[in-house]
């Protein structure tokens, strides 16, 4: 299969070891997740110690808004990143750059939709997630600004995964890193020196995303690689737009599911435990995104091989890369699960001071962690069937995920167990997840030895 790399930027896809491919693009992606995460966490810290737990509880109250933003970022991203994949893998560049204006195009028909509900019904997100008083209006505020930077974050998100599709995950890392080194440095001049408070943060947020934007954007303006935007690749090809939309659909729905958890999660928690209970929501979600995103990362990496070797039909690579993405994903998250058990408590006082405050968030950090290495297996199976072009069994995945197990959960548990129910949500979901996971993928395998296909 020499020829894979002939004349083509991203033949070596098809040719290098695997593990060798994995660590090429996994390393950058993970890079900058943990970067991301990092700006996630230390945004937290400055509001626990600068403004208050009330801060803390405020940006909880739109984590629904910002998922559901991230929903339909995902959509383009993750369509458009497996059938450019595909495409560069079938040697049709072509078509890999008519899938890149209709994605793009995609991106900014999601972004004006996320921006008009966002502006126009900022009151009533912030009280259906069970916002009110004081913290309610802080969170109103926050997402007021948030919004400004929702047509940059999804722009770049969706940039990102083109060009990872088309073998530069170490450009794409950049994206990432810039935004989160902006985000730290105005964070400390927004919120320390000038003393602006939940605004500071949110003003932080946007100009970051901006800079995450332009970086990408570079990508593309310098012709870096292989593929060019041509405007008329914005005309929408209806059979290319439902590809993209049918492929993104399953981490889409995953992204809207959580995000309706996380509204439902908000007035659980404000039920049974008070606005103390949703601050150690954010507490969780802080080091979540730093103990969880690496995996994200790593399933991110390995779709576009994926991708390209199914349509290379490399067969023997992808279940190489499946099982290589299997392995480090749940070795991480087993070796992530004993940290949570044996550091909770310093982790959490890195964000506050207040006792109360820390007793609840270690208990909720330790429950909701505990089931945390099934999610391996879900994260890199669904990357597995989007990055192969199988979206009707990864929508079923994420049916039975998001549906069947992650919305029952949170409203039946509490009723039982209060607060503790709240918390033991997670686990539930994240083990009936992971069984379902293993069960889609030893099907696949089952028929592809019942068909002799083992090439």
Known sequence: MDELNTGSKSGYMGTEPIIKLIIKFALPSIGGMV????????????????????????????????????????MPSAGGAALISIALGERNKQRAEKVLG??????????????????????????????????GKAAEEYLNIIVLGVPFSTFAF??????????????????????????????????????????????ATVLSQFIALVWA?????????????????????????????????????????????????????????????????????????????????????????????????????????????????????????????FLTEYMVRMFTSNQELINISVVGMKVSYAGVIFVGVTIISNSYLQGTGRAKLSIFLTFCRHLLFLIPSILILPEYWGLMGVWASFPVIDLCGGLVSVGVLYYLHKNRVESGDLS
């Open 35 to 74: 970067a991301h995460s990092l700006y996630n966490i230390i945004d937290r810290i400055f509001m626990g110690h600068y403004v208050g737990t009330e801060a803390l509880a405020a940006v909880s109250l739109c984590f629904p808004y910002m998922l559901f933003s991230f929903a339909l970022s995902i």
């Open 102 to 135: 209709n994605g793009l195009l995609m991106a900014f028909t999601a972004s004006l939709i996320l921006c008009f509900v966002g502006y126009f019904y900022a009151h009533d997100i912030i009280r259906i997630s069970g916002g009110s008083g004081v913290i």
């Open 158 to 203: 969706a940039m990102n995964g083109y060009i990872r599709a088309q073998g530069s995950p170490m450009y794409a890392m950049g994206a990432l890193i810039s935004g989160a080194v902006c985000n730290i440095v105005l964070d400390a001049l927004f919120i320390v020196y000038f003393g602006w408070g939940v605004r500071g943060a949110a003003y």
């Open 217 to 341: 954007l570079s990508f593309f303006v310098f012709r870096i690689g292989e593929l060019r935007v041509h405007f008329k690749n914005f005309i929408p090809e209806l059979s290319i737009f439902l590809r993209i939309f049918v492929i993104g659909l399953s981490p889409a729905v995953t992204e809207s599911a959580f995000a309706f958890f996380m509204l439902l999660l908000n007035r659980a928690l404000a039920f049974h435990g008070g606005d103390l209970a949703i601050s150690a929501l954010g507490i969780f979600m802080g080091w979540d995104s730093l103990l969880f995103l690496p995996v994200i990362g790593i399933g991110e990496a390995v779709q576009p091989l994926f991708g390209y070797n199914f349509g290379a039909r490399l067969f023997h690579r992808v279940d190489a890369a499946l099982k290589t993405a299997l392995t480090l994903a749940c070795g991480y998250f087993l070796c992530s699960a004993f940290v949570v058990c």
